[in-house]
C-alpha cells in the first residue's frame, strides 16, 4: 500500500487566493524519501558571579548555566519534481514548483505583513505532523531541460519553521475549547486540521453548523466544534 501523498495546506486571503487543489492543499507528486526535525535549546551563563566577579567559578569544571528557553521546531524536506511524463501544456517544471515558491511571498494585506502559515499532513496525523509553520528557507536546482529551454526536473530543498500562537495551544490543551472564530482566509478544511489534525473531518464542522456551502464562510462568525469528529 502507497504512503498517502504530503499535503501542505496554506492559509488563504479572499482577496488574493493561493493556487490549490479543490481541498485547499498544495499534493506533492512525489514523496520526500526523508525528512528531518531540528530544534535548538538555549542554556545561558548563569547571572550568580565567583568570587572573582565573573561568571566563572574557579572551584568549578565549567560555568553554571540556566536554561534560556527552546527555539522553534525546524522540518527540512527535499521535495523532487519531473514533468516528462505530463502533456506539452505542463510540460514546464516550473508550473509545480511556483506552487511552493508562492508560499514564501509576502502577505501584504495583513497587519503585519508575512508569507503565509502552512499545515503539513502526512500519513497519520501524529508524532512530528501535522506541522504547522512558515518557509524559512527555499533552495531550487533545475536539472533537466527540454530543447525549448524549459525545465523538467527540478528538487527544491524547503525548511519550515514552526509557528505557534497562543489560540493554538490553548486550543490543543483546553477540552473545554469547542468553540471557533472565522478568521479571514479560514477553510472548513484548513479549521478541521487545526482541530482534528484531519482535514477531512471539515463535515462534520459542517453539520454541526448546518452550513449549506462549505466554500462560504464568513469572517467572524463562532462555529461549533464537536469534541468527536467521528
Known sequence: MALERLKIFPEQDPKHPLETEADGSITVRFNPTTYSISKSVSWEPSTSLGRSGSSNDSKANAPTRSFGGGGSRQLSLELFFDSTELPVTQRDVRLQTDLIVQLTRIKRDLENPRPPICRLHWGADRGDFPFRGTISQLDQQFLLFHESGEPLRAILKVVFVEFLSLEDDQRETDPELTTRIVRRGDTLASIAAEAYRNPAAWRVI???????????????????LPKDAT
Open 206 to 224: 459542517a453539520l454541526a453548523n448546518r452550513i449549506e456551502n462549505p466554500l462560504v464562510l464568513v469572517p467572524g462568525t463562532k462555529l461549533t
